[in-house]
């Protein structure tokens, strides 16, 4: 009987665990999933004590999940949603109510995003006060030091605030609150009273610096002799007149205090810490090409820095922001990738760019705003569109279109469907994007119009870059061969690449001496194409004697004495084009070619039932879905774009580089 029982016990443990870790599959009751995490995170689920979580753990109603210093989570909701869980923070998760989510911030800040317009209501508690954001919305919620004040974000749709009193306010997109939170407002402190000179803020003794790529952050500090290197991860004490040099690869957090809320550095290039006030431009450009990024909330600032006599502050417009300042000639370019930078100048002379614009810097002097130059290769349809290359990387334009009503749009390019780690997400008015350096494989973009603040309906698009295969059948193929006897009676030959070459062979006739093969086409029997005398019961022709048609041949035995011995009955030979090209076949141009005319002639194959069109004009196809397609040529690198369409297999695009000298 103990035995009995000591067996049910163990087996009912065995079904709770399981159920309780997911091992055969995910609890019917779960409310999130982590999706990946760095450093250290840890869980507390139901009565257990906490432990550090794993890829794939699920949670549920009551459990808590905590992120250490450098510690970050990224969590799949069963809501639709995605939370992304910043250092330092205590997240509880609470019952659900109306369908959707509710979890209380105890302390730190996290960011919620959608990855479909349709994800289900998520409330987030921040002490007393209730932070609902509706379908699609995408915000940061982040908790004071003191834990009586929240900031709270909307980088996309709408939240609303409500109090614990029934009062509600309403944030739309790009927009920034800070609450109050604790159980009264917070009163200032008395303090002594101020000092006359108390409106001027007083000089920051010190920054932090954190090194954290893989490259070198080298540092010399006023009255050393040389630079030294900084540790890996470790924050630093940086005082004003200190050299900071990024070495390739090398990146760093820079910020007036020690987290994670710093801006990132890129080198390689030099910098300079200022002495100046806390609203002041602490980093001075001193060579080399620097990429400056922060994360934030809408509205948040990074760390403003000046270059030949133009001070530059990058501002987050959605989540990110990101200015790169390259060297050229004896001017600067600034281009910013993401969000937006503040440029002022001479004469206070202010200049606003916004993501995917660019310009250059010299003595104080603000030039144009301009937009990269769009790529020869743009894509204005939705939906997969698959690209044939023979570079690795090309330059890619994106264009759309608004619906009626929406002002802009918030424009997200990424390697993953999910849109994580973004080569940009940004909200623009513009209606074109240019990604200089896109690289083989996919890539997912996508639009979702913003209208008075609300997102409309996201379009999605995918660009597959695939290495070119037009060549591949047409290497190193020599003309075929064909045996074609007299046993055979009527032949069809079907050839690809090039004409091929015959051996007519027959029968020896007995008292013959000479044979003559003669070749007619079927449409003109009266003038032979071959008429050729051979000792032997064979004739060999070469490639290209014999073209695409049908044609009749028979053979003529003599004797020694010129008298007919026999003649073979006619037969008929078809010679036929052999479609068996996977896609697309491009005989001419090959790509990288270099020539002198002004137009050429393209010449390929494709498969039956497709179209081609090249340069957007439809090409002339024959009974072998061969075409000829002439294409004019400007000075310079032209690309040709070969598109081919079929119903099944939907259209494909190759490209052909081709320089006119």
């Known amino acids: 009987m103990t035995r009995i029982l000591r067996l049910g016990f163990l087996l009912f443990s065995l079904v709770c665990g399981c159920a309780r870790c997911g091992s055969n599959g995910p609890p019917a009751d779960w409310i999130a999933r982590v999706e990946s995490f760095v450093g250290q995170v840890t869980a507390t689920m139901g009565t257990q004590p906490p432990k550090g979580v794993e890829q794939g753990l699920h ?162 500090a006023p009255g050393d002799k040389r630079f030294r290197r900084l540790r890996r991860g470790k924050w630093e004490e940086i005082p004003p007149g200190t050299i900071i040099r990024l070495l390739r690869g090398a990146r760093a957090r820079f910020g007036k205090e020690k987290g994670e809320s710093g801006s990132l550095l890129a080198g390689p290039g030099v910098l300079k810490v200022k002495e100046t006030a806390a609203g002041g431009s602490p980093l001075e450009h001193v060579q080399g090409d620097i990429v400056l990024s922060h994360s934030g909330p809408p509205g948040s600032k990074g760390s403003s820095f000046t270059i030949e006599g133009v001070t530059i502050t990058p501002g987050v417009r959605y989540q990110d922001v990101n200015v790169r300042i390259r060297g050229k000639g004896n001017r600067k370019q600034v281009l910013v990738n993401a969000g937006q930078a503040e440029l002022k100048g001479k004469g206070d002379k202010t200049v606003v760019l916004e993501a995917g614009q660019e310009t250059t810097i010299h003595d104080g002097t603000i030039g144009q705003t301009r937009m990269p130059p769009q790529a020869p290769f743009q894509i ?80 999605k698009g995918r660009l597959t870059l695939v290495r070119d295969t037009s060549y591949r059948v047409l290497k190193d193929y020599h003309p075929p061969r064909n045996t074609i006897h007299e046993s055979f009676g009527n032949t069809t030959v079907y050839y690809q690449n090039q004409l091929p070459r015959f051996a007519f062979r027959w029968n020896p006739m007995e008292g013959a001496a000479t044979y003559t093969l003669k070749i007619f086409r079927e449409q003109n029997l009266q003038k032979p194409l071959v008429n050729t005398k051979t000792k032997r019961a064979q004739l060999k022709l070469g490639a290209g004697k014999l073209g695409e048609g049908t044609y009749i041949w028979y053979v003529v035995g003599r004797s020694r ?40 002639e393209t010449r390929g194959v494709t498969i039956p039932g497709s179209k081609v069109f090249v340069d957007n004009k439809e090409a002339e196809l024959d009974k072998g879905f061969r075409f000829t397609h002439t294409v004019s040529l400007k000075p310079g690198v032209n690309y040709i774009f070969f598109r081919v369409v079929a119903k099944r297999r939907g259209s494909s695009i190759y490209l052909r580089r081709v320089t006119r000298k």
Do not use: C, H
């Open 380 to 459: 204005r349809q939705m939906g997969t569109v698959r690209v044939f290359t023979s570079d690795p990387q090309l330059p890619v334009t994106f264009k759309w279109k608004l619906e009626d009503g929406a002002d802009r749009a918030l424009i997200q390019v990424s390697r993953s469907p999910s849109m994580a780690n973004p080569l940009f997400s940004d909200i623009i008015k513009r209606k074109v994007l240019t990604i200089p350096e896109v690289r083989r494989g996919s890539l997912y973009w996508r639009v979702t119009p913003v209208k008075e603040g609300k997102p409309g309906e996201a379009k």
């Open 561 to 600: 004495t010129d008298e007919l011995v026999r003649a073979l009955k006619g037969r008929k030979l078809v010679v036929r084009y052999d479609n068996a090209t996977p896609d697309l076949q491009i005989v001419t141009p090959r790509n990288g070619s270099t020539v002198s005319e002004a137009a050429i």
């Open 59 to 220: 949670l549920r109603i009551g459990d808590r999940l905590q992120t250490g210093p450098s510690g970050q989570a990224v969590l799949l909701l069963r809501s639709k949603r995605t939370l992304r869980v910043k250092p330092s923070s205590v997240v509880l998760f609470r019952a659900k109510g109306g369908g959707g989510l509710s979890l209380a911030l105890e302390q730190g800040s996290v960011t919620a995003s959608s990855s479909k317009v349709q994800a289900a209501e998520l409330t987030i508690a921040v002490g007393k006060k209730q932070i609902r954001l509706a379908s699609g919305a995408e915000a940061t919620v982040a908790t004071g030091k003191d834990g009586e004040e929240a900031r709270i974000g909307v980088t996309l749709g709408e939240a609303t605030v409500e109090g614990p009193e029934g009062e509600t306010q309403t944030i739309s997109t790009g927009q920034e609150l800070v609450l109050a939170i604790g159980d009264r407002p917070k009163e200032p402190d008395a303090g002594p009273p101020p000092a006359p000179d108390a409106g001027v803020e007083p000089p920051v003794k010190a920054y932090f610096l954190q090194a954290i790529g893989r490259g070198a952050v080298l540092v010399k």
